[in-house]
């Protein structure tokens, strides 16, 4: 693997992880990022990391504009801001406890992000991706797909009646296009193949305790009463450590995330105050309107 494929590929899997956790992937490629003054207010830079900042924030609202159109209105919005906060400064606004607590707030969040991206910069690299891979994927059984057809009926009674017209000599497929209430049936009931996890519990396991060539006895779900049919079961092709890359760093993220957040829960003495009061304090703003009676 090349240097050059390496590090696109650690960006690639911190943004993903990144999004993942809710944390702005610009943080994990500020130091890949071009820094330079694109603007200056009154002698104030506003650099290019200003404006991924910006994007990343308002990113998904602007999402339909040319990127040099989104570029030029995040600019412009940068601008304003920067001019009214510098009037605001020589104003001493700064000063109103109302802005310390938002710079409280922001510096909070701003901190988390940067060292959360320092913990997970450690656990998601290209050698866990590879690890995984090796035990989860390549290593593991293949997994399995069915193809199966079946038959929606109203009751059991129904059911067994059926099942029982095939056991007998009916086709599979003419007894699907005259009793299956399912809107499938004018195609033979044909589910196409699936996975395991795509169908509902009951059907899913019934299917998959079944040989090629088998119908089921009355097979009970949500919808209804089912006959199934299995036709047969295939392997699905392992995919690619490349093919795989993007989902495996989604699940380290998950993991990882998970281990770290309970870490520092527990080591930290956390006291949730008033939390079951029956309705706000004074001093405390209604975040839900009232019910009404």
């Known amino acids: 693997m090349s240097v050059f494929r390496h590090s696109a590929s650690v960006a690639a899997s911190l943004a993903l992880l990144l999004a993942a956790l809710c944390v702005s992937p610009v943080l ?3 130091k890949e990022v071009s820094d330079e003054v694109v603007a200056e207010v009154d002698g104030t830079p506003i650099r290019y990391s200003d404006i991924a900042m910006a994007d990343e924030e308002m990113g998904a609202a602007l999402a339909q504009l040319e990127p040099q159109l989104r570029f030029q209105y ?3 919005m940068l601008i304003d801001r920067r001019v009214v906060a510098l009037e605001a400064k020589e104003k001493h606004v700064d000063d109103d406890p109302a802005v310390k607590r938002r710079q409280e707030y922001f510096n909070e969040k701003a901190l988390r992000d940067v060292y959360w991206v320092q913990l997970m910069q450690d656990k998601v690299t290209d050698e866990a991706v590879r690890a995984w891979y090796e035990k989860n994927i390549a290593e593991a059984p293949a997994e399995r797909e069915a193809h199966a057809r079946h ?3 109203e009751s059991e009674e129904q059911a067994k009646k059926v099942a029982a017209e095939i056991d007998s000599g009916k086709s599979f497929e003419d007894a699907a296009k005259e009793y299956s209430r399912d809107p499938g049936s004018p195609d033979d009931g044909d589910l196409g193949f699936f996975r395991k996890e795509e169908m509902v519990p009951e059907f899913a396991e019934a299917v998959f305790a ?3 060539g088998e119908v089921s006895g009355p097979v009970q779900t949500q919808f209804g009463w ?3 049919q299995l036709v047969e079961f295939r ?3 392992r995919p690619t450590l490349e093919e795989a890359h993007d989902d495996i760093v ?3 993220a998950r993991e990882e995330g998970q281990k770290v957040m309970e870490k520092l829960r527990s080591d930290a003495k956390i006291e949730i105050i008033g939390a079951e009061s029956a309705a706000p304090s004074s001093g405390r703003p209604q975040l839900a309107p009232p019910a009404e009676e």
């Open 250 to 252: 989604r699940k380290i």
């Open 226 to 228: 089912h006959v199934i």
């Open 74 to 76: 995040l600019l412009g």
């Open 235 to 237: 392997d699905l092709p």
């Open 210 to 212: 079944m040989k090629p």
């Open 151 to 153: 038959i929606l009926l």
């Open 28 to 30: 994990a490629q500020e």
